[in-house]
Structures are given as C-alpha cells and as structure tokens.
C-alpha cells in the first residue's frame, strides 16, 4: 500500500504543463440547483479524477469563486473547466449544439429509471445531477436520453449527490477505458 501525506494528496497549486498534458474526457457534468458549496466543491475534485471536459453549474448552484467551494474542492476550480447557466434547459441546448454527439442522463430515482450499470455508455457523455433534497424535475429529465439509478437495499432511499455521480461517472469510466484503476 502507498501511503499518501497531506502534501501529495492535495496539489493546491500544478504546474500549467502538468494540467495541459492531462487528456480531457469528453464528459460533462450538470449540476442543476445543487445548493451545498461542499457538494459543489467536490464535484469539482470528482471531474478533476475522471478529467471531464466540464462542469455546467445551473440554476441555484453556487459558483466559484466562493470560499467553502474552493475548500472543499482543494482549488481544483483552479483548473477544471467550468461554466454558468441560469437554466438547465439553456445548459442542455447549448451543450446538444455544442457536442451534438451527447447522450446526457439524468441521476434519479424515477418510475422510468434503469440500473445505472445497465447503460453502453459512449463518450461523449454528459451526467446531470440535482438538488439534493428535490433531485431531478420532471421537465429537466424529459431532455435527457435516460435515467439511471443506483440501487439501494437499506433502510434510506438515496445517497449524497457528489457520491451518486461518483459511483455512475466511475462506471462510465470503467466502460469507456475497459479497465477499473
């Protein structure tokens, strides 16, 4: 086993060559009215582990800069690519003219919902996850190519946003790389 101190495990500050030379995956993660800054901040550190393309904040999303989202993130802001919209609507058209390619699925329990390990993930690829208490509405998964949900056998019903994206964008990774690091 590899044992990590403080200093290796958070790279507050990489040299610009070290962030350029990371391959970016065409995934792009939406986040529409996540309202935990910590939730948000570690978003940001899950697309920096996959090198997604981008992170889409919507809606009442908070956005960098802001001091528990840059904590919580470990500055990863710094370099993953992100952006605003008022709307998940306006995020989803203009990431569906922007990579017309996309499938998008939503994160969510729902009577229309698979297993999130049933899906051929193909890149690219974008992964939509909500509020945290209200997940996803109605409106916002009707313009999604699907929705995955992650199975629960305890007593609770749902997990953590940033931890129900994590679980669905490893698999992806997984499916895409055809190897699990």
Same mark, same amino acid.
């Given at each position: 086993?590899?044992?990590?101190?403080?200093?290796?495990?958070?790279?507050?500050?990489? /040299?610009?060559?070290?962030?350029?030379?990371?391959?970016?995956?065409?995934?792009?993660?939406?986040?529409?009215?996540?309202?935990?800054?910590?939730?948000?901040?570690?978003?940001?550190?899950?697309?920096?582990?996959?090198?997604?393309?981008?992170?889409?904040?919507?809606?009442?999303?908070?956005?960098?800069? /802001?001091?528990?989202?840059?904590?919580?993130?470990?500055?990863?802001?710094?370099?993953?690519?992100?952006?605003?919209?008022?709307?998940?609507?306006?995020?989803?058209?203009?990431?569906?003219?922007?990579?017309?390619?996309?499938?998008?699925?939503?994160?969510?329990?729902?009577?229309?919902?698979?297993?999130?390990?049933?899906?051929?993930?193909?890149?690219?690829?974008?992964?939509?996850?909500? /509020?945290?208490?209200?997940?996803?509405?109605?409106?916002?998964?009707?313009?999604?190519?699907?929705?995955?949900?992650?199975?629960?056998?305890?007593?609770?019903?749902?997990?953590?946003?940033?931890?129900?994206?994590?679980?669905?964008?490893?698999?992806?990774?997984?499916?895409?790389?055809?190897?699990?690091?």
């Amino acid at each position: 086993m590899i044992k990590l101190g403080a200093t290796q495990l958070r790279t507050l500050s990489p /040299h610009p060559d070290d962030v350029k030379a990371v391959k970016k995956n065409p995934i792009y993660i939406i986040v529409d009215n996540v309202l935990d800054t910590y939730n948000i901040g570690a978003i940001f550190r899950l697309a920096d582990a996959v090198a997604a393309e981008r992170v889409i904040l919507c809606g009442g999303s908070e956005t960098p800069p /802001h001091s528990r989202i840059m904590k919580a993130s470990i500055n990863t802001t710094e370099w993953v690519s992100w952006e605003y919209f008022t709307t998940v609507k306006e995020a989803i058209a203009f990431l569906r003219e922007d990579v017309p390619e996309i499938k998008i699925y939503a994160v969510e329990l729902d009577g229309k919902s698979i297993p999130y390990d049933s899906i051929s993930y193909a890149l690219p690829v974008g992964v939509l996850v909500g /509020h945290e208490s209200d997940g996803v509405s109605q409106q916002t998964m009707a313009l999604c190519d699907g929705i995955v949900e992650i199975p629960m056998w305890g007593v609770n019903k749902s997990m953590n946003v940033m931890v129900s994206l994590a679980v669905v964008l490893f698999e992806i990774m997984k499916r895409v790389t055809g190897e699990a690091r």
